[in-house]
């Protein structure tokens, strides 16, 4: 599947020069994170060059880069995190459906070596007019509009 997506190629550009962590840069994470739907543990945060509308990761506070280095307490609240998140996002998109994954390791195409899952809420699945295109995924609303829709839909919901 190709993304269409015009800041995609920048930053894949952009993570072979990368020199911090950028899950673990700070000014990063005041950027994307959800600090309603983030646990003691894990951060959820929007991703910035999403694979689809509503794109969020699940990403653990501390530096690790594989599923091997979690210890008990981030395993545990691991779900809790996960099912918080989808139930946002199904609120808000209308969909009890989802993509979730993760890539372990550069191969695989993790292009941030700390480890973060993709949550991707899926309210149908697009075959027909995509698939004539090669399977393009066109985006329809950009990473900082979709955080002030989450941002508002958490506070309304908290009100």
């Known amino acids: 599947m190709k993304i269409f997506e015009p800041s995609r190629a920048i930053y894949r550009k952009k993570t072979s020069r990368i ?3 950028e899950f673990c840069n700070l000014k990063n994470i005041k950027k994307q994170e959800s600090k309603f739907l983030s646990g003691k543990y894990w951060r959820v945060l929007v991703n910035l060059y999403p694979y689809m509308d509503g794109n969020l ?3 653990p506070k ?3 880069i594989d599923t091997n280095e979690l210890n008990s307490d981030e395993k545990a609240e691991f779900f809790e995190v996960l099912e918080k998140t989808k139930n946002k996002l199904g609120k808000i998109f209308k969909t009890k459906d989802f993509n979730i ?3 372990l390791g550069r191969n695989a195409g993790a292009s941030i070596e700390h480890l ?3 949550i991707i809420p899926r309210k149908f699945k697009i075959e027909n007019a995509s698939n004539i295109f090669a399977d393009i995924q066109i ?3 950009l990473p900082g509009e979709f955080k002030k829709i989450l941002d508002a839909e958490i506070n309304l919901r908290n009100n």
């Open 116 to 118: 973060h899952w993709q």
């Open 19 to 21: 020199k911090i962590c």
């Open 139 to 141: 985006m329809t609303m």
């Open 57 to 59: 990761m699940l990403i």
């Open 62 to 64: 501390r530096h690790i």
């Open 101 to 103: 994954g993760l890539n």
